[in-house]
């Protein structure tokens, strides 16, 4: 009775159990055979890695020796990748215990749990960024505010004011010929603002005829030529996707100005399979996606990917050194029949 | 009239040794009374890429030396890329320490110079006051 229970506990635990004697499993558990039959489990090499033979970085003893990895070695919890079937890498964490001389047990168990641990810190990191981003626009309109518009205004003032003390028509006409001037200017000041908060051009006219003077406008302000390729003809989609597609946009060619070192841009704007796809590249010094990544950079980034996702799209960045990069992004056109 | 500035700014080029000038003037469109601000006349330029930008009153260098009528000088441009986006004309032609200066006529501002040198520079008071000086000659031809 009692084994039998023992031998019951063992079949049926979560984590993937192998009884290991010498160096061949003599018997697994259910989750073991699960594990076996969706991932590449090269017994052997596990198990090296197991009695502290190797370690993640090496695979022999020799080669590993004193490195840092197998400083903190601790067989009751090591850290183990497994490759599914498809190629993908996944975590675990594997256990070893010695049950007598020659027998032993290893267990293994999926990580999943601190994956989605890890996706909150950056679900955290992310609306703090985004937050931030929010702010610093806070900054920068009432900054114009401040030393723009109301400078403008002020000196408007100062000129109408000065109107009265002129004697002569001849000086009137010129002073009021310049305060016709500074009016225009104001006024085009004005609409700058509102057009750089949000173009009027998007909501009446369309994404392209808003992506044409936003990236004529850029170009005035950058110097870089911005070639733009649509191919499909002007029409209107879903309101969200058009400004995703507008702020991803506006986002990306800010970011290959701002660091590929480039005077040239590619934009395309096409249809594929109801999905509406935009593409940014740049033949700049590119970079490399995956440290941006971990140094914590690269918040812009994962934004517009969280952007596009929220509306069932997907955006990618294919980057290479000295090669220039690509940012490509998918938006479904009927996504809220999807919905 | 034309060549007459632009001699005179290859002039300045070589009088200050400096690697890049610039001068950057308004016209006005008679019909909509629309401001232009450009770089009108260059030299020691590496591309034509200068004649894009459309200055903005209150924006990047010429900008605000238009805005204030004062002198402005920023260093150490290429190591900061938020700088090189305000400050396009830097970023097209590598500039790694400029200075402005208004051209003035009665207190108002028809003209900003621009000078840039591609190494850091250290920009002394007495190279103030002579680039000043300069750029206020230039009134004469606008």
């Given at each position: 009775m009692e084994i039998s229970i023992m031998e019951k506990v063992f079949e049926e635990t979560k984590d993937a159990l192998f009884l290991i004697d010498g160096n061949t499993c003599i018997r697994q558990n259910k989750a073991a055979n699960d594990l076996a039959s969706s991932y590449l489990l090269p017994l052997e090499k596990v198990l090296e890695i197991a009695k502290g033979e190797g370690c993640m970085l090496h695979s022999t003893m020799e080669k590993c020796l004193d490195c840092e990895v197998r400083a903190d070695w601790d067989q009751a919890a090591f850290p183990l990748v497994l490759e599914n079937l498809k190629g993908g890498q996944e975590q675990f964490s594997g256990s070893y215990t010695m049950i007598d001389q020659r027998k032993t047990l290893l267990s293994i168990r999926r990580l999943a749990v601190e994956d989605r641990l890890q996706q909150v810190i950056q679900n955290k990191r992310l609306i703090e960024y985004v937050n931030q981003a929010h702010e610093n626009e806070r900054r920068v309109l009432s900054q114009e505010l401040h030393d723009g518009l109301a400078q403008s205004i002020y000196s408007l003032m100062l000129e109408t004011r000065q109107l009265k003390w002129c004697q002569q028509t001849e000086d009137l006409s010129i002073k009021l010929q310049k305060i016709d001037e500074d009016f225009v200017a104001l006024l085009g000041e004005v609409k700058q603002l509102a057009m750089d908060l949000r173009p009027t051009a998007l909501d009446d006219l369309g994404l392209i005829p808003a992506i044409e003077t936003l990236l004529h406008r850029l170009t005035e302000t950058t110097g870089v030529v911005i070639h733009f390729i649509p191919m499909i003809e002007n029409k209107r989609f879903p309101d969200r996707v058009e400004t995703i597609t507008y702020r991803v946009l506006q986002e990306s060619v800010m970011n290959s100005i701002k660091h590929a070192i480039v005077d040239e841009l590619f934009v395309t704007l096409s249809e594929q399979a109801a999905h509406l796809v935009l593409t940014v590249r740049d033949h700049g010094k590119g970079f490399d996606i995956q440290k941006v990544t971990e140094f914590s950079q690269g918040l812009g980034l994962l934004n517009m990917q969280e952007r596009a996702e929220s509306i069932g799209g997907h955006l990618t960045v294919h980057s290479e050194k000295s090669e220039g990069t690509v940012v490509t992004l998918r938006l479904p056109i009927q996504w809220e029949v999807l919905k | 009239m034309t060549d007459q500035i632009q001699r005179r700014i290859e002039q300045i080029k070589e009088e200050l040794h400096v690697d890049f000038v610039a001068l950057a003037l308004s016209t006005i469109?008679?019909?909509?009374k629309v401001r232009v601000i450009r770089w009108n006349y260059v030299a020691?330029?590496?591309?034509?890429?200068?004649?894009r930008i459309r200055l903005q009153v209150g924006k990047g260098i010429g900008g605000i030396v238009w805005r204030t009528g004062r002198a402005y000088q920023a260093t150490e441009l290429q190591k900061q890329p938020e700088k090189l986006i305000e400050l396009p004309i830097t970023r097209l032609e590598k500039l790694e320490t400029v200075a402005a200066f208004p051209s003035l006529e009665n207190g108002e501002v028809k003209g900003v110079l621009l000078i840039g040198y591609r190494q850091k520079t250290i920009i002394t008071e007495d190279f103030l006051t002579v680039a000043k000086d300069k750029t206020n000659e230039l009134v004469v031809y606008l």
């Open positions: - | 469109n008679e019909v909509t020691g330029n590496t591309n034509q890429h200068y004649q």
